[in-house]
């Protein structure tokens, strides 16, 4: 069972920068597909951005160009680096983990499809959030 840990939210201008970490423990996530999603209140999950184990990435157009994600291998940890925030960023933001493609000794886009990482249904494992707040 692999748990997924997330820090990093707070409260923050409209401007400022906030780095969200995942910390994941009883899995070699390294192998896994791993993203960031984000809800906000009265609104569905989405998906922010994705890294595969080659490290390729993914961004929702919203956040391009704002938003980095990032993994350390040797510490089984994931980055959200949000820079440029806006008020519309606020959302509890989560991290979530799959070890499909690699059981299956593919890419994630390869099995799932190159929009994997909009679709909360693939995920298997997730953390509880963290809620960034954006005020204007």
């Known amino acids: 069972q692999v748990l997924l840990v997330e820090s990093g939210g707070g409260s923050v201008q409209a401007g400022g920068s906030v780095r969200l970490s995942c910390v994941a423990s009883?899995?070699?996530?390294?192998?896994?597909?791993m993203a960031w999603f984000r809800q906000a209140p009265g609104k569905e999950r989405e998906g922010v951005a994705s890294?595969?184990?080659?490290?390729?990435?993914m961004y929702a157009d919203s956040v391009k160009g704002r938003f980095t994600i990032s993994k350390d291998n040797a510490k089984n940890t994931l980055y959200l680096q949000m820079n440029s925030l806006k008020p519309e960023d606020t959302a509890t933001y989560y991290c979530?983990?799959?070890?499909?493609?690699?059981?299956?000794?593919?890419?994630?886009?390869?099995?799932?499809?190159?929009?994997?990482?909009?679709?909360?249904?693939?995920?298997?494992?997730w953390g509880k959030g963290t809620l960034v707040t954006v005020s204007s």
């Open positions: 979530a983990a799959d070890p499909g493609a690699f059981f299956s000794s593919t890419t994630c886009r390869s099995k799932y499809g190159e929009s994997w990482w909009r679709n909360a249904s693939i995920m298997d494992y």
């Open positions: 009883g899995g070699v996530t390294r192998n896994y597909c």
């Open positions: 890294i595969e184990p080659d490290r390729v990435t």
